[in-house]
């Protein structure tokens, strides 16, 4: 299958200032057009992943409770735009726990591979980070980066909003779909 793997903070909602944390459900702001996008991704084949480090939890200023409740409000939102997320994998761990999930590791997206029988070949990995992007190049993902190019962040593209990634994987998925037809 075909997928599309989001980092959430910054790519899905509003990211938090700094050194600073989403903590509550009331702070959690989805990016304008953000679920619609998703819901788009979807119709266009792709099965849509979130994997999302939330050091925050380690650091006991979200619970895991309250990142629960963002979660579930955040798959309803898509619902609504008539999409779905498949799962969403989650790394509550800090830093210096040197776990195999939290990004730039690719543990979460290897996860996702293993458990949904995805072709990294085949899919992206969207983020808003070199973290990310490193993520999904260790586990074999073409990668897309949100924000500007002068970042100098490795990735396969970069865009300046989901909404913009979606555009282009639309246009690259219609394209892949002729070639398979006039095969």
Known sequence: MKAVLLDRDGVINRKAAEGEYITTLADFRLLPGAAEAIATLG?????????????????????????DRMHAALVRAVERAGGRIRHIYVCPHDCSDDCECRKPKP??????IRNYQIDAAASWMIGDSASDMLAGKAA??????VGPNESKVDADAYVDSLTSATAILRMLSRNSDRKDSNA
């Open 107 to 112: 543990g979460m997206l290897l996860q996702a």
């Open 140 to 145: 074999g993902f073409n990668t897309m980066f």
């Open 43 to 67: 119709k266009s084949g792709f099965e849509i992943f979130v994997v999302t480090n939330q050091r925050g939890v380690a650091r006991g200023l979200v619970s895991l409770v309250e990142l």
